[in-house]
């Protein structure tokens, strides 16, 4: 079975703080990407990933960066947390780009 | 723009029914639609996914239609069960932009017994 973990299951950050949040992958899938949900929004993309130190930007980039220098692994960092980072954040791979997306179980962010 | 609509309201349907959802998409052409599963407070899951060259894709007791000339897709769940309410999102890939990956908002069922 495809397992997509997630550093943490809830995270509570203050105003200005750098937040890392990670995501492991152990199907040696190439695709990875970073989801944020909100109520009413839906999954918005922040970026994704097609390949080991390649990245391309989602809908909503601002305000966040990712890094990606494993195969398996790839972070999300937000520099300067705000409380409109607030969000359910939702890691996925998949093998190839179009192909069916497994996720993570989702990281809940506070950030007061 | 593009857009994604998915039915607008809850649905709420009697167990045994079938349960019909729709996914309307606008301004685009994809080449795959895939519907996903989501639990509160848990990712989605992958359900399925039919091409664009495909009119239907049964797997169990979901049937999926895709109509490109309609650009809309419907996913059914028949002799539906308490256990299949639940929030699904429909994805139709890609979008013309470079992000490509668009989901629907969703669309909530309960399934009452």
């Known amino acids: 079975d495809v397992k997509v973990t997630q550093s943490s299951r809830y995270l509570v950050k203050r105003t200005g703080e750098k937040v890392f949040l990670e995501c492991v992958q152990d199907m040696d899938h190439e695709n990875m990407f970073w989801y944020r949900q909100d109520p009413g929004l839906g999954l918005r993309l922040i970026y994704f990933?097609?390949?080991?130190?390649?990245?391309e930007k989602g809908d909503i980039p601002e305000g966040y960066s990712v890094s990606r220098e494993k195969k398996e692994r790839f972070s999300l960092i937000l520099e300067s947390a705000s409380t409109n980072q607030t969000s359910m954040y939702l890691c996925?791979?998949?093998?190839?780009?179009?192909?069916?997306?497994?996720f993570g179980p989702g990281t809940r962010l506070t950030v007061l | 723009s593009q857009k994604i609509e998915q039915n607008s309201e809850a649905l709420n349907i009697q167990e045994g029914k079938t349960a019909t959802l729709t996914c309307n998409y606008t301004?685009?052409?994809?080449?795959?639609l895939q519907w996903y599963r989501q639990d509160p407070g848990r990712g989605p899951v992958f359900l399925l996914l039919?091409?664009?060259?495909?009119k239907e894709k049964r797997k169990e007791r979901l049937k999926v239609t895709f109509d490109t000339t309609l650009k809309q897709s419907l996913f059914h769940i028949t002799a539906s069960q308490p256990a299949d309410s639940a929030t699904y999102l429909c994805a139709p890939w890609p979008s013309n932009t470079g992000n490509q990956f668009y989901f629907g908002t969703g669309t909530s069922l309960t399934v009452i017994p």
């Open positions: 990933s097609y390949d080991v130190k390649m990245k």
């Open positions: 301004n685009y052409s994809p080449a795959y």
């Open positions: 996925a791979s998949s093998l190839a780009v179009y192909n069916e997306q497994f």
């Open positions: 039919i091409r664009e060259n495909e």
